[in-house]
Structure formats: structure tokens, C-alpha cells
């Protein structure tokens, strides 16, 4: 589209103006702020050699999940009643355990329950923490007393005891046990999801978005969760670790899940009687476990570093091996020009480097 400018000179042809990119979903433009800051922390997550290492594990796992019934090369229950505690061989790649199940397959399948435990204990935890921490954060008063006197509550009793208590009296269903998991950690997201609410309900365009009458859920979900998203997104995927830890807790108490099926903890607690004579039958589960643990806990810190841009302990680090071995750059302002002799904004370089606050006198 074209059309006349206001130093349109007559005789002179119009120059063609392109109209900005409407958005696709009603949302914002292309190019958008929030936008923006996604690539860069996408950008910032892809720098991250560890968090990248982290990710490609992961994935490694998820895909072999996914691809179980394919790759596996038994299925995980099949028992070869002539070769029992078998030694890799072309046959049996990681050997046989004490009844003759293949390890490599018992491990392929065993990552189905793993991951899915871990990944569905991490949604169910976020989603009642969240609720939980923004109703309290949000409405204050007596609705935040009670539900943080809840959860001190839920906080004082050991989670490993309550987790036990409850499956030994519902029984150890599958269900059962992401349900008690993530009954037993959701109160460190509705603390994290309180204090973002405390800070953000203050905020101008939250008491705007009060004044022209928008409804309290609109303004909780659209204005405060939306805002809250980082942190909660970091937590989460940390939540992935613990919950896969403390099902291989239960597994291996014998309170986790069941035969027919498989996971890493049941391998481990079936290993117990032939640590002295193979010890291998735990060190391979024990392996999938620490490595999938770590990958998340990588990818965790990675999504942390990426998102929250008041993350500088790595420039503080940099910059106390610079001043230590007498590195530091040059003042930007030289002090005889009445200057300070500091960079503006670099306080706390400064002050690390022995100047004092930004804006003193320089000595």
C-alpha cells in the first residue's frame, strides 16, 4: 500500500510504506517484545554448553522411551529359563538377571515409567502449586493465612513418610503413585508462585487492569501467571529429577510399581540379592538414573541462566579475576575530565574493583 507523505513533493512518485505484520492470533506483532526476549533466551540456552549436553541426554532417553516396543530386543517380562545371571553375549547384549530377563530391554522399558512418572508428577505438581500460590498471593488476607498455615503443615511432615503411609494403604497403583507424589511436592511452587504474585499484584498495569473492571481469574492468568512463567518453567523441569528420584525411592522399597511392569527402581530393588555376585544388575539402572537426572537438573540451570537476566554471577566471577591479577579495563570517563573515573552503571564493578560506589570521587 502507498500513499502520500507529509514531504511528499509533487511531481515526485509516492514511496510504497509497508503496513507492520498484523498478528496471527490476535496477540502481539511479530517482532514483539516478548518475542524478542524468548529468542535471546533461546539464544543464551544454546551457548550453554552443559545445558545443550543436558538436553541431548534427554532427548537420547525420551526417544528410547518412545521407541521401546521397536528397539527392545525382548519384551521386558520374558524369562530364559537356560541362561539365568548371564554375561553380555550377542544374545543377551547387558546379560540376563537372576531369572533370565534380558537387562537391556528391562532398562529400555524401565525408561517408559521413569519418564513418565517424572514428567507427569512435574505438570500435576505445577498446576496445583500454581493454583494454590496464586490464589494466596493474589486475594491475601484470610485466603493466604490459611492455605500457608496448609502448607506448613504439609511441610512438617517428612514426604517419604507420607508417600509410604498412603501407598501402603491405597495400594501401589500406578495412578496412585504419581497422585501421592504430587500431593507430597506441590507446596514449593505455590511458595514460589505466592511471592511472584506479592510483587507482580502491585504492579501499574495490574492496578489499571483492576480499575477498568477486568474479572480477578482474567487478571491472574493473563496478567500475573503469564509474568510468572520463568520461574515456573525452571521449577518444573527440576521437579522432573526429584520425582523419578523418589520413585526409585519407592521402587526399590518395594512400594513403587509393580510387576508386570518395569522401571530403573524396581531393577535396583531386584538387584539387592545379587550385589556380591553381579553386581552389574545395579549399576546399570543405577547408571539411567544418575544420567537422566543430571541431564534435567543441566537443562534446569541452562533454562535459568537463559531466562532470568539478573543472573551476573558469571561477570562478578570475570570481573574478580580481572581486578585480582590487575586486568580490570580502563575507566570510560577519565577523572581529570571531572569525571569519577567510572564506567556509568558499573557500581558494582567498581565497587569489586576497589573504586566505590558509581558517581563517587574516584580515590
Not at 132 to 142: I, R
Not at 335 to 344: D, F, K, L, V
Amino acid at each position: 500500500m502507498s500513499h502520500p507523505l507529509p514531504w511528499h513533493q509533487p511531481g515526485l512518485p509516492d514511496a510504497p510504506v509497508q503496513d507492520e505484520p498484523a498478528p496471527a492470533d490476535g496477540g502481539e506483532p511479530a517482532g514483539a517484545p516478548g518475542d524478542i526476549l524468548w529468542r535471546i533466551a533461546l539464544r543464551r540456552f544454546m551457548a550453554n554448553p552443559w545445558a545443550v549436553a543436558g538436553l541431548l541426554i534427554l532427548l537420547f532417553f525420551i526417544g528410547v522411551a518412545v521407541a521401546a516396543p521397536w528397539i527392545a530386543p525382548y519384551p521386558p517380562d520374558q524369562i530364559d529359563l537356560l541362561n539365568p545371571d548371564a554375561p553380555p553375549s550377542a544374545e543377551h547384549w547387558l546379560g540376563t538377571d537372576g531369572i533370565g530377563r534380558d537387562i537391556l530391554s528391562r532398562l529400555i522399558y524401565g525408561s517408559r515409567v521413569s519418564l513418565v512418572v517424572g514428567f507427569s508428577v512435574a505438570a500435576g505438581t505445577v498446576l496445583l502449586g500454581s493454583l494454590v500460590g496464586a490464589l494466596a498471593g493474589y486475594f491475601g488476607g484470610w485466603v493466604d493465612t490459611v492455605l500457608m498455615r496448609l502448607i506448613d503443615v504439609m511441610l512438617s511432615f517428612p514426604a517419604l513418610f507420607l508417600n509410604i503411609l498412603v501407598l501402603a494403604i491405597f495400594g501401589t497403583d500406578f495412578k496412585y503413585l504419581i497422585m501421592i507424589l504430587v500431593l507430597t511436592s506441590w507446596m514449593g511452587v505455590a511458595r514460589l508462585v505466592r511471592g511472584q504474585f506479592l510483587q507482580l499484584r502491585e504492579m501499574q498495569y495490574v492496578e489499571a487492569a483492576r480499575a477498568i473492571g477486568t474479572p480477578a481469574w482474567q487478571i491472574i492468568v493473563h496478567h500475573l501467571l503469564r509474568n510468572a512463567t520463568a520461574p515456573l518453567i525452571v521449577n518444573a523441569t527440576l521437579m522432573i529429577g526429584g520425582a523419578i528420584l523418589a520413585e526409585s525411592a519407592l521402587s526399590f522399597l518395594g512400594l513403587g510399581v509393580q510387576p508386570p511392569h518395569t522401571s530403573w527402581g524396581q531393577m535396583l530393588n531386584n538387584a539387592q540379592q545379587y550385589m556380591l555376585t553381579n553386581p552389574m544388575l545395579a549399576v546399570y539402572p543405577g547408571a539411567c538414573i544418575f544420567l537422566t537426572v543430571l541431564a534435567v537438573n543441566f537443562v534446569g540451570d541452562g533454562i535459568r541462566d537463559a531466562l532470568d537476566p539478573r543472573q551476573k554471577e558469571r561477570v562478578r566471577r570475570r570481573w574478580r579475576v580481572a581486578v585480582a591479577f590487575g586486568r580490570a579495563p580502563a575507566p570510560a570517563v577519565p577523572a581529570a575530565a571531572g569525571g569519577s573515573g567510572i564506567r556509568p552503571g558499573d557500581g558494582e564493578v567498581a565497587r569489586l574493583a576497589g573504586h566505590g560506589e558509581a558517581g563517587g570521587d574516584g580515590r
